[in-house]
């Protein structure tokens, strides 16, 4: 004869039993994200600063290098022959000069061809900047109107990224063909991509020059 106590086992073995039944198992591959195939992009793109052909107005940019897009929307472009940063806000149908400078011989001046642009959560702008095969990333904190000189190098940046996780900053040197990793202070900690010379391998890069011809900005 079944004892209560036995009775009682039992039915908390078959209870486990079935709620283990009603667990399935995956496929870990299944769970991967795939991308979407049926998003519908749109075909043409809004003007989002420029558009008006090269020029130095502010409803014109020359050479248009780099962007950077806040959380507003605004657009912070390189006007690279212009020697400017304009900031766009969106739907404007005009800039305003958010940093600009000079270009010297021996001075690789406040905004001197400015390519590359990124800002940190702070609002600090850094900008890559060259003069001739010399370049630098320059600084201006938010509420500033004082550009600094944040990081001098021997060679052009025509790539910038923050990394506000860590607060590192990356540059792409064009003609070494590398990346480079630097702390918030601007000191160099190691090549992080790159740095075997020009190459298709694995461990090389080639830093092609994007068309710097264009006057607009789509988004």
Not at 81 to 93: E, M, S, T
Not at 200 to 214: H, S
Request: hydrophobic share 35%; net charge positive; aromatic share 10%.
């Amino acid at each position: 004869m079944m004892t209560k106590s036995r009775a009682l086992f039992f039915f908390f073995l078959l209870h486990i039993l079935a709620r283990a039944s009603s667990y399935r198992t995956y496929d870990r591959d299944s769970l991967r994200a795939t991308p979407c195939t049926e998003t519908i992009w749109e075909s043409n793109g809004k003007t989002a600063a420029g558009g008006n052909g090269p020029g130095s107005a502010l409803n014109q940019l020359n050479s248009s290098y780099g962007i950077f897009v806040d959380s507003n929307r605004a657009v912070f472009v390189t006007d690279y022959l212009n020697r400017r940063v304009v900031k766009w806000d969106q739907g404007a149908l005009s800039g305003t000069i958010y940093a600009e400078g000079l270009c010297g011989a021996s001075d690789l001046g406040d905004l001197c061809y400015p390519s590359a642009i990124t800002f940190n959560k702070a609002g600090t702008l850094f900008v890559a900047v060259e003069n001739g095969s010399s370049g630098s990333v320059m600084s201006l904190k938010k509420g500033d109107t004082l550009i600094k000189t944040f990081i001098t190098a021997n060679t052009s940046i025509y790539g910038i990224a923050w990394d506000e996780n860590e607060e590192y900053l990356y540059l792409g040197h064009h003609r070494e063909h590398r990346v480079d990793k630097y702390t918030k202070n601007g000191e160099f900690v190691k090549v992080v991509a790159g740095g075997n010379g020009l190459g298709p391998a694995l461990n090389q890069l080639d830093y092609r020059k994007n068309d710097i011809q264009k006057s607009r900005v789509l988004l």
